[in-house]
């Protein structure tokens, strides 16, 4: 069984920094792409930033210069530092892996269950 679990939101003031981090676990061979998302109060989940097996990282315009994308495939976590926080930044962060298990030959999605990041002027 994998699961993807998330840390590190919170509530924070505009122009600071939160770390978050996404972990996988379960009978895991490899995560191919990393992507974050999130979703405010009334509006469709929207993707953050992603980041390859090849380390190739998109960013939404929006976050570009002030988000940065990271992974480490020993541990198979996923990080998103983000700094120069703004209200609009205000929304429940998910983590999304294509996951490789264990006797399996293809990637399957999965989702963290999201972690709030609140940002206050």
């Known amino acids: 069984q994998v699961q993807l679990v998330e840390s590190g939101g919170g509530l924070v003031q505009a122009g600071g920094s939160l770390d978050l981090s996404c972990a996988a676990s379960?009978?895991?061979?490899?995560?191919?792409?990393w992507t974050w998302y999130r979703q405010a109060p009334g509006q469709q989940r929207e993707l953050v930033a992603q980041?390859?097996?090849?380390?190739?990282?998109t960013y939404q315009d929006s976050v570009k210069g002030r988000f940065t994308i990271s992974r480490d495939d020993v541990l198979h976590i996923v990080y998103l530092h983000m700094n120069g926080l703004k209200p609009e930044d205000t929304a429940v962060y998910y983590c999304s892996g294509e996951v490789q298990a264990i006797a399996r030959d293809s990637y399957t999605p999965y989702w963290g269950q999201g972690t709030q990041v609140t940002v206050f002027s």
């Open positions: 379960g009978s895991i061979v490899r995560v191919n792409t």
């Open positions: 980041i390859t097996s090849g380390a190739v990282k």
